[in-house]
């Protein structure tokens, strides 16, 4: 899922990782952690919020309405739906100045276990099925989440999430804003949980 390329960056494999704590709020706790050869840090969002399986999900398919919660999300497009649980979209990202927009094609995928005891949400990046409209494209992007209900009204979130925005943001930049936009997101996300 694309949280913000403006906040969120590193390479493509999930690796070993040093968390660093970069925001404690509201029950939602985001981490940051330098990546092997790239100047993006990865993220590690941890939370427990009020809510439920199927009300996730639907929030996280309904792409029409990604730019109501996720931060500095423009706008976003269903491209392709094999199933409820697996869909391609394309989205767009706003950029501070003076960088240019980042899009982004991705194929998000969610996996419940047989009871279901936990829910695996996992998005890659996939270039080439969307043409390329003068934006910065964005080639490199991995994110997983790891859902539980420890209880009958709550949900468990574990997300995290390398990305390498292209073009020319430096890594610098990029990652004074690690904190902010997952926070973001995520808040508005709980809110979206108990609408």
């Not at 952690?33 to 199927?54: M, R, W």
């Not at 931060?71 to 497009?77: A, L």
């Amino acid at each position: 899922m694309l949280i913000l390329l403006v906040s969120l960056f590193a390479g493509t494999a999930f690796g070993q990782y040093n968390w660093k704590l970069e925001k404690d709020k509201d029950g939602i706790k985001v981490y940051s952690s330098d990546v092997p050869k790239s100047d993006f840090k990865a993220t590690k969002v941890d939370c427990t919020i009020t809510g439920n399986y199927s009300k996730l999900v639907s929030i996280l398919t309904n792409v029409s309405q990604f730019d109501s919660w996720i931060y500095h999300s423009k706008t976003s497009r269903l491209i392709k739906k094999y199933s409820p649980y697996d869909i391609i979209y394309h989205s767009e990202t706003e950029m501070p100045w003076p960088f240019s927009n980042r899009d982004i094609v991705i194929h998000l995928r969610v996996n419940t276990d047989s009871l279901p005891k936990f829910l695996t949400i996992n998005s890659t990046s996939e270039p080439d099925l969307v043409p390329r409209s003068g934006k910065v494209r964005v080639v490199d992007y991995s994110a997983s989440w790891k859902v539980t209900m420890p209880t009958a009204k709550s949900i468990h979130i574990d997300y995290l999430m390398q990305v390498d925005p292209a073009g020319s943001l430096p890594g610098w930049v990029a990652n004074i804003f690690v904190g902010k936009g997952p926070f973001e997101t995520f808040n508005n996300l709980a809110k979206k949980l108990i609408e």
